[in-house]
DNA sequence: CCAAAAGTGTTCGATATACACCCATGC
DNA sequence: GCATGGGTGTATATCGAACACTTTTGG
């Protein structure tokens, strides 16, 4: 056999997304801690070694339910990211000597994208630090992770022209009309006129209002509306062909 | 370390289609040798494991490379197959063993998806057998190959939809409407009438009418026609929208 | 009363769809 | 002459695009 065949480690990461009350997309991060002082900490997107018997999905949600404390989250494989230099600067290689053990030659990932609720409670079981960053923040970070936020990204944009329903999988379940417009404006590359997405939306019987109303809020108040799933399965609509 | 995490052989296999004469897609299967006597060939996915310098576009360039001689073919990669169990048939083992080395527990795939057109000449430099299959009637396949090509068909037809152009990949540089139309309506799910594909691809300044015409045909001779990537690029259009 | 966002209708043009007949050719 | 597929036009319906004003509320 050519010792040229790699025996590799295989990871997976995660690029969650949340959208926060700015009308910002989110991605979550976490911490690693880079040498024995605590305070040289360095953020990174979530992630671990596959297990021996896993398969790499189910090893994304493992690591999805190690991070949030969810069990059964929505979640996309998109990429394989195998550059053989992803994991060859001294930081990386010293910090995975640490978590790992030491002289692992190569890590390929897999990258999955996830999608969550920026309300619903993060609840890790392994993570000390679990932080929302806005997605016109993210600082540099360690091995390729900045070029996999860069295509997770694209690869959201694509989904939600293919599948319309995974807004209602970031927003709340009660929203109003201007949270799901500013969300698939912040996604897609798409612009569509407000009305006109009124109009749109109104057609959808899958999207319904709810006699609730906003409160406190130094405008007209806006009216909540609810997703219901089992209408949209049957519907099989895009929002724009 | 936990000596739960998988130190892994990495491999990628490629699907690669073809349209052939009688309007069907096609795949490219190799043979792989089971024992020694010289008949017990197995049809497989060209593939192989990745050299430790080595990107994942890379070997799967090598691969395709190594299957038709040709060095450049439009690929994409589509998905990673990692199920702890995709490689534990005897056979499976067997082969293993005999074109790698023995005791490989497990391989990870990421397989790639490719387009050739069918008249091209196969020269390959590694399989003795190289031969289309068309897509219906695909044999019984080792490992998950089975599998791996009936994802492929979904990403092709998600891929058509994203990206028209690739059915010129597939067809020959100079092609017929009736050509083109049956390309499309074997790979989209969308059915479209024989007249307004008609019209519509008349209406593209990139699908450019030759002076040329079939010839020994038992009809009417249809016109040629050549696509013009340029063009293409500077229109960005889709079939339908 | 002012700021801020909600909510609402109509017109126009483009595009998808549906549909049926005559034409050219080889055999 | 007949079988085979090539090539064409029109009418209708739907959908997306563009566009501006009034309403409600809190401060």
């Given at each position: 056999?050519?010792?040229?065949?790699?025996?590799?480690?295989?990871?997976?990461?995660?690029?969650?997304?949340?959208?926060?009350?700015?009308?910002?997309?989110?991605?979550?991060l976490?911490?690693?801690?880079?040498?024995?002082?605590?305070?040289?900490?360095?953020?990174?997107?979530?992630?671990s070694?596959?297990?021996?018997?896993?398969?790499v999905?189910?090893?994304?949600?493992?690591?999805?339910?190690?991070?949030?404390?969810i069990?059964?989250?929505?979640l996309?494989?998109?990429?394989?990211?195998?550059?053989?230099?992803?994991?060859?600067?001294?930081?990386?290689?010293?910090?995975?000597?640490?978590?790992?053990?030491?002289n692992?030659?190569?890590?390929?990932?897999?990258?999955?994208?996830?999608?969550?609720?920026?309300?619903?409670?993060?609840?890790s079981?392994?993570?000390v630090?679990?932080?929302?960053?806005p997605?016109?923040?993210?600082?540099?970070?360690?091995?390729?992770?900045?070029?996999?936020?860069n295509?997770?990204?694209?690869?959201?944009?694509?989904?939600?022209?293919?599948?319309?329903?995974?807004?209602?999988?970031?927003?709340?379940?009660?929203?109003?009309?201007r949270?799901?417009?500013?969300?698939?404006?912040?996604?897609?590359?798409?612009?569509?006129?407000?009305?006109?997405?009124?109009k749109?939306i109104?057609?959808?019987?899958?999207?319904?209002p709810?006699?609730?109303?906003?409160?406190?809020?130094?405008?007209?108040?806006?009216?909540?509306?609810?997703?219901?799933?089992?209408?949209f399965?049957?519907?099989?609509t895009?929002?724009?062909?």
């Open positions: 056999m050519s010792p040229n065949f790699i025996h590799t480690y295989l990871s997976v990461d995660c690029v969650v997304f949340g959208f926060d009350h700015d009308n910002k997309l989110n991605i979550l976490v911490k690693r801690r880079l040498d024995d002082v605590p305070k040289e900490m360095q953020s990174k997107l979530p992630g070694l596959i297990f021996s018997n896993e398969d999905d189910v090893a994304a949600q493992r690591v999805l339910f190690e991070l949030t404390g069990k059964k989250m929505v996309k494989q998109f990429k394989c990211f195998a550059d053989p230099l992803r994991a060859s600067s001294p930081d990386d290689i010293k910090w995975m000597s640490k978590e790992y053990k030491p692992i030659d190569r890590i390929v990932t897999v990258a999955y994208l996830s999608l969550c609720k920026i309300d619903h409670k993060i609840n079981v392994k993570y630090t679990v932080d929302w960053c997605i016109d923040k993210i600082p540099s970070l360690p091995f390729d992770h900045n070029k996999i936020i295509e997770s990204f694209l690869e959201i944009r694509r989904w939600i022209e293919t599948d319309f329903s995974i807004v209602f999988e970031l927003l709340p379940k009660k929203f109003t009309i949270q799901l417009y500013q969300l698939y404006s912040a996604i897609s590359e798409k612009k569509i006129d407000k009305k006109n997405f009124h749109k109104s057609s959808f019987n899958y999207i319904i709810l006699d609730e109303i906003e409160s406190n809020v130094a405008h007209r108040a806006a009216r909540y509306y609810k997703f219901d799933s089992k209408l399965k049957k519907s099989n895009k929002l724009l062909k």
